[in-house]
């Protein structure tokens, strides 16, 4: 919405979108670039979902068990032993 | 000194220290093809850098962040010009931080292995293509009077490029190695030790060879011969010096040796490019310096300002997380 809103400006009233284009970046290399992030992005946010189902399905494991006391003050000696 | 000349030096320091930090995890993230032998091994050394690696990779937004808010015209020309090698560097980036995190998320051989190797071509890629980087920038790219690169494949890979990117990359790997001497134990320890002994004379050699290729390619020995000549001097001492400490077992001492002689690199790379920014292989009036690629005096200005600022905070949280974690990692009670 931003992005559309905003043009023909990249910068409102200073810069306009025409204006900054890099010319010597070809069509061929941002769809390259294009391809290579929505492939990564997508194949990731799928991996993402399946741990994600994975984690609900095993569902809430309640400890019976106390937390022993440990001190988490890293200049204690006894902590991360 | 002119602001401008100052964020030269401050964006000198930033790529000097992301080499230093995330040069080792680079160089842990190869050893986990190279050294590891078994999972609990490539485990180990994943924890060795476990907390650190991110915060290593920050120094590398830093330095893009204050060349496009400093240099735009640095910027400009430099991120079009390297658009693809660049690209490849993100993939790398975005594939290796997940991999940390996923690797552990399922037990199946099959899952840890691919992820595992998404973290060795993550740790190599982005080092080699670095190196290609700032070698074929020193070397000279075709730009034109309006400061756009229309480069070529040979401007990117060339006999000088790749031997910077194999240099970069050595110096990482030699650099991972000395830091899993300093946190590992047992058997990985002494193995990272061994094979220290036998990357530290690739790594001499790639530096000679880099440098006498530098005499043919760069102008690195006619611009300022009095500072280029010392450091190059001082860089193998430095490396011969690590022959001895390794001789020696002194772990802390050549690491740090290491992070000097990467200091000393990549500080030579920035000496040979001042007062320019970018080399036009077309004609030195094409060559952008920094004071043509600065922005205004009112943005340095606040920059410096905001930056002075938050400088004390970042290192101070920085070397905290170091000194938290400076327990060797054993084996047990691993998070990756």
């Known amino acids: 919405m931003t992005e559309i809103g905003r043009q023909p400006w990249t910068v409102f009233g200073l810069l306009t979108t025409a204006a900054s284009v890099s010319p010597n970046v070809s069509v061929e290399e941002l769809l390259f670039s294009l391809i290579a992030f929505t492939t990564i992005y997508t194949s990731l946010a799928l991996v993402l979902v399946y741990l994600f189902m994975r984690e609900i399905r095993k569902g809430v494991v309640y400890s019976t068990q106390e937390e022993p006391q440990v001190s988490v003050d890293p200049f204690d000696k006894g902590a991360y032993e | 000194m002119e602001l401008s000349e100052l964020w030269f030096i401050i964006i000198a320091v930033l790529f000097i220290g992301f080499f230093f930090l995330e040069g080792f995890d680079f160089g842990v993230g190869m050893s986990t093809r190279t050294l590891a032998r078994n999972d609990l091994e490539r485990r180990m050394l994943i924890n060795s850098i476990g907390p650190f690696w991110d915060a290593n990779e920050v120094w590398l937004l830093t330095a893009g962040g204050a060349m496009f808010a400093a240099f735009p015209h640095w910027y400009a020309t430099m991120f079009s010009g390297y658009y693809v090698p660049l690209v490849i560097v993100l993939l790398a980036l975005i594939g290796r931080g997940v991999s940390f995190e996923f690797r552990g998320k399922e037990k199946a051989q ?17 080092p080699f293509l670095f190196g290609v980087l700032f070698t074929s920038i020193l070397r000279g790219m075709p730009i034109n009077g309006e400061m756009h690169i229309y480069a070529g494949f040979s401007d990117y890979v060339n006999v000088y490029s790749v031997l910077g990117g194999v240099t970069v990359t050595l110096l990482c790997y030699l650099h991972g190695l000395l830091f899993v001497m300093l946190k590992t134990e047992g058997d990985l320890r002494v193995r990272a030790r061994k094979q220290a002994q036998k990357v530290i004379y690739a790594v001499l050699a790639s530096l000679v060879a880099f440098v006498g290729l530098s005499y043919v390619e760069t102008d690195m020995f006619v611009l300022r011969p009095e500072i280029t000549v010392p450091l190059i001097a001082l860089n193998v001492v430095v490396y011969v010096f690590i022959i001895l400490l390794l001789a020696k077992n002194k772990e802390g001492l050549s690491f740090t040796a290491s992070g000097i ?76």
């Open chain 2, 110 to 126: 099959g899952w840890k292995d691919s992820w595992d190797w998404v973290i060795f071509i993550g740790s190599i890629l982005p």
């Open chain 2, 261 to 336: 002689g990467i200091a000393l690199t990549v500080g030579l790379l920035f000496t040979t490019l001042f007062p320019r920014v970018m080399i036009s292989s077309i004609s030195s009036a094409n060559d952008i310096t920094l004071y043509a690629a600065a922005s205004g005096d009112y943005s340095l200005k606040v920059m410096t300002i905001v930056a002075v600022t938050l400088l004390p905070f970042v290192l101070g949280y920085q070397i905290w997380s170091y000194y938290v974690f400076r327990k060797r990692v054993n084996g047990k009670d691993m998070i990756y």
